[in-house]
């Protein structure tokens, strides 16, 4: 099964309700030979309407961090946890995250990343271990299986809390860091 075979079958899933209320699949964007993967929680307002993770304005500040420390956007593959939107942009309910990890999987399989950040302590909690403190232990590296994995503060996150920003920065700097010694 490649990418396009994976997104028509979780366009197809009922595994939860979440299909009855969305616009559009956000499954997912980017190089399908990437090197980092970015996996955040669920899609939200925009992204919805344009069936692309991370288009509104946390995706804008994403991008401003991936500029900022020289990762191109073309060349990284972001995906969420949900393809689909929860309604009100609320928490995704454990039911809808074991719906869709299955997708997830898939993707990372495909496209197989050397390195995995998630976006926010949601999904830092779904695939680093299920007590993860984002204020603790963001920026922190592990291995699991054949991924180096890293949780960063969640875009949405920084624009409620601007004072997160530097550490947010370091984090994208560090991550830059030990992409390069994959090259």
């Given amino acids: 099964m490649d990418l396009r075979e994976l997104e028509k079958t979780c366009g197809e899933c009922r595994g939860c309700a979440l299909w009855q209320t969305r616009t559009n699949l956000v499954f997912g964007t980017g190089s399908r030979t990437a090197k980092l993967m970015f996996v955040g929680e669920a899609p939200g307002e925009q992204e919805d309407k344009t069936g692309i993770p991370f288009v509104g304005a946390a995706g804008q500040l994403l991008d401003r961090y991936l500029e900022a420390v020289g ?18 942009n609320r928490d995704p309910l454990p039911e809808e995250g074991d ?34 403190r984002i204020t603790k232990e963001h920026g922190q590296f592990v291995t699991r299986g054949a991924f180096l994995m890293t949780a960063v503060y969640h875009p949405s996150a920084l624009l409620r809390d601007p004072s997160r920003r530097e550490e947010a920065y370091r984090d994208f700097k560090e991550i830059k860091r030990r992409l390069d010694e994959f090259a």
């Fill in 71 to 88: 990762i191109e956007r073309e060349e990284v593959y972001i995906a969420n946890i949900l393809k689909c939107r929860p309604p009100r």
């Fill in 99 to 132: 719906a869709c990890i299955g997708f997830l999987r898939g993707q990372v399989k495909l496209i197989r990343p050397k390195m995995i950040v998630c976006l926010g302590r949601i999904s830092a909690m779904r695939l680093i271990h299920p007590d993860y």
